[in-house]
């Protein structure tokens, strides 16, 4: 006999069995049960491709710490090698970029905001595909071995692009996002450094905030970064200091956040300048012989090596830990041969990234103004040298100085590396209106004649 309750009855008035009333409880969880489960499948595959991004970042700093190894090596036995290896180094470097790897070439984060903003699936897979990444770093490895002064961390950061890119193939009304987060958890991996990853994915890869990313880009970086602690332990990009600036001296932060605003300005109106093509004969000349062109730039390259004392080469980690904590001193031509070794670098058409050398040239010029005033912690002088020249570059100040703070977890030094990041993207601007990475992306589009959302640019 069925159970009845008097307050449960039907249309007709008549009471109606209990057991209805958990079958329609049942029929909810479950339609909710299949409602969240897209949802909790796309979360676990963004954590997947933040963990894969995080192995790839540490495999990437593995092989380019083995690859300049093998550089340095080489020129211990004679400078001179470098004259021979570093132009065919590039000359293949280049060669493979442009014919095995398209789309290899350069940072790789111009790749990405180009993705993000390309409306023609074909090519925003052209960009982020399994093949450029793997491309990406076997090139870039090529041309640390070869001499080159270029970072991995941007290559990192289409690298991580890609990865999530390749999980996000279940949730392609998501690849935006995705393409933030994996660019983000890039960062934040190779640096070890969480909250410049989450800076850098809002003000640099997405020049906007997006709340719906906003979930994507932690969940990546968390993974990513526990990943990377995991198999590197916790550490600090250029090891801590804990340096302060003399309130009597503060003046120097507005030299030398004007030294290198105009500086970092001057390298982004170069790049921009050849990635544009240059006029006349010899910007004809360059695009029919990119390989020789490549070459002409390796061997410039060797000559800034061979004039610096082979300082110049590489990605200037080395070079900048030491002079930060007073373990070398840099002279007044550091900074600039590290400049023009990374300007020949980046317009040669090779992969490599502009983080690290950015940061080693901004450390040779707060090194250089140390030599003025020796009374100065060279430590607050190299961190205002590092963040000024690093905005200069990217025209992206928040990032720069959480870069630069979490990197040496300097949190005293916090107010005038905002000051010098503020006062240098006011001079880079004077010097260059775009920024360089938003600029470059704009180029590809333009070139690529591919819909696209219109890029946003600081100017």
């Known amino acids: 006999m069925v159970e009845m309750r008097d307050d449960v009855r039907d249309i007709t008035g ?39 991004v995080g192995l790839a970042a540490v495999l990437m700093a593995k092989g380019a710490d083995l690859a300049q190894d093998g550089f340095r090596r080489l020129i211990a ?43 023609d699936a074909r090519f925003r897979f052209s960009l982020i595909s399994p093949r450029v990444a793997f491309g990406k770093v076997l090139v870039l490895f090529l041309g640390l071995f070869c001499g080159a002064s270029a970072g991995r961390e941007g290559p990192t950061v289409q690298v991580g692009a890609a990865i999530m890119a390749a999980f996000g193939r279940l949730t392609p009304d998501r690849l935006p996002g995705l393409l933030l987060a994996g660019g983000a958890a890039g960062v934040a991996a190779a640096f070890n450094t969480p909250l410049a990853g989450i800076v850098f994915g809002i003000e640099e890869l997405g020049r906007a905030y997006e709340a ?49 605003g105009l500086a970092g300005g001057l390298f982004s109106r170069i790049v921009i300048l050849f990635a544009r093509g240059l006029p006349g004969r010899v910007g004809r000349l360059i695009q029919a012989r990119p390989v020789v062109f490549a070459a002409l730039c390796g061997l410039c390259v060797a000559l800034c090596g061979l004039a610096s004392g082979n300082t110049a080469y590489g990605t200037g980690y080395e070079e900048a830990r030491n002079i930060l904590h007073g373990e070398a001193a840099a002279g007044w031509g550091y900074a600039p ?33 140390h030599g003025l005033l020796p009374e100065v912690p060279v430590g607050a002088l190299v961190l205002i040298g590092m963040v000024a020249y690093l905005t200069g570059v990217l025209q992206a100040p928040i990032t720069s100085f959480v870069i630069v703070t979490e990197m040496t977890q300097n949190h005293a030094m916090m107010i005038p590396l905002m000051v010098a990041a503020l006062i240098s993207d006011a001079a880079s601007k004077a010097v260059c209106r775009g920024g360089l990475y938003h600029t470059l992306a704009e180029i590809m589009l333009e070139r690529a004649d591919v819909p696209a959302q219109p890029v946003a640019k600081t100017g």
Do not use: D
Request: aromatic share 8%; net charge positive; with cysteine.
């Open 77 to 119: 036995v004679s400078p001179l090698i470098a004259l021979g290896l570093t132009p065919a180094g590039f000359a293949l470097a280049a060669l493979l970029a442009r014919t095995v790897f398209p789309n290899s070439q350069g940072s790789g984060i111009p790749q990405v905001i180009a993705a993000r903003h390309a409306r």
């Open 337 to 369: 041969l590290k400049f023009a070794a990374t300007v020949l670098s980046s317009i040669s058409g090779i992969p490599g990234g502009l983080f690290a050398p950015s940061l080693a040239v901004g450390a040779g010029l707060g090194g250089a103004v």
């Open 212 to 260: 719906r990313s906003s979930g994507l880009i932690v969940a990546g970086i968390v993974a990513a970064g526990l990943t990377s602690l995991w198999l590197l332990g916790n550490y600090t990009y250029f090891g801590t200091t804990q340096a302060e600036l003399p309130f009597a001296v503060s003046w120097v932060v507005l030299v030398i956040a004007m030294i290198g």
């Open 14 to 52: 008549s009471p109606r069995p209990r057991r209805s009333r958990y079958r329609r409880s049942i029929m909810r969880l479950r339609s909710a049960s299949l409602e969240a489960y897209p949802l909790w499948r796309g979360r676990m595959l963004f954590l997947a491709g933040g963990i894969c």
